[in-house]
Antibody, heavy 125, light 107 residues
Framework: EVQLEESGGGLVQPGGSLRLSCAAS????????MGWVRQIPGKGLEAVSV????????YFADSVKGRFTISKNNFKNTVDLQMNSLRADDTAVYYC??????????????????WGQGTLVTVSS | SYELTQPPSVSVSPGQTATITCSGH??????ACWYQHRPGQSPRLLIY???KRPSGIPERFSGSMYGKTATLTISATQAMDEADYYC??????????FGGGTKLTVL
């Protein structure tokens, strides 16, 4: 059974930093990309960051570029999101998600097939 | 910037069919996924590659793509289907994009 467990959320002041971690089990972690998706209160889902299976390729939403970094440890089966220079509009529930993949017409096709329960990040003074 | 447009809300009576659309000018070049997000729960993958269902997803959830519009259809809608629904694409230019979400109300 695939399990994803986030940790590290909490209250932080504007300008501060926080590191989220996601512990994965139930699948061959090194073979899959992982992502972080957030939901700002009252808003929809936003893909914050994604990292490829081997960690060599990353994606960041424009809203977090230059402030957030993502890392993947294929020995510990964890994926971390380092969040710096946090702003009030980063307040959200952050979900860790496993990236599934198919090859369609010779091209990769991705989707988030498993999600964690989420961890709340509150940026406030 | 590239956007995926969904209706903010859809209402349906129990037992009837609900249809939720997702439009975007590059949708025909990308495959769409659909997620269900109930309050207080994690999002759940309903449809991938436009019309494929993961194991465990009931057959009454179906997806289609025509032109630049993806559609999620929920047949024989139940009260438990009340949730927010999101389309999503992995696009080579914008990479990962969600639609704005549709709140489904089962009256």
């Amino acid at each position: 059974e695939v399990q994803l467990e986030e940790s590290g959320g909490g209250l932080v002041q504007p300008g501060g930093s926080l590191r989220l971690s996601c512990a994965a089990s139930g699948f061959t972690f090194k073979n899959y990309g992982m992502g972080w998706v957030r939901q700002i209160p009252g808003k929809g889902l936003e893909a914050v960051s994604v990292i490829s299976a081997g960690g060599g390729s990353t994606y960041f939403a424009d809203s977090v570029k230059g402030r957030f970094t993502i890392s993947k440890n294929n020995f510990k089966n964890t994926v971390d999101l380092q969040m710096n220079s946090l702003r009030a509009d980063d307040t959200a529930v952050y979900y860790c998600a496993k990236r599934g993949m198919l090859t369609v017409g010779g091209s990769p096709m991705y989707y988030f097939d498993y999600w964690g329960q989420g961890t709340l990040v509150t940026v406030s003074s | 910037s590239y956007e995926l447009t969904q209706p903010p809300s859809v209402s349906v009576s129990p037992g009837q069919t609900a249809t939720i659309t997702c439009s975007g000018h590059r949708l025909g070049q990308s495959h769409a996924c659909w997620y269900q997000h109930r309050p207080g729960q994690s999002p759940r993958l309903l449809i991938y590659q436009d019309n494929k269902r993961p194991s465990g997803i009931p057959e009454r959830f179906s997806g289609s793509m025509y032109g630049k519009t993806a559609t999620l259809t929920i047949s024989a809608t139940q009260a438990m289907d009340e949730a927010d629904y999101y389309c999503q694409v992995w696009d080579s230019q914008t990479e990962v994009l969600f639609g704005g979400g549709t709140k489904l109300t089962v009256l």
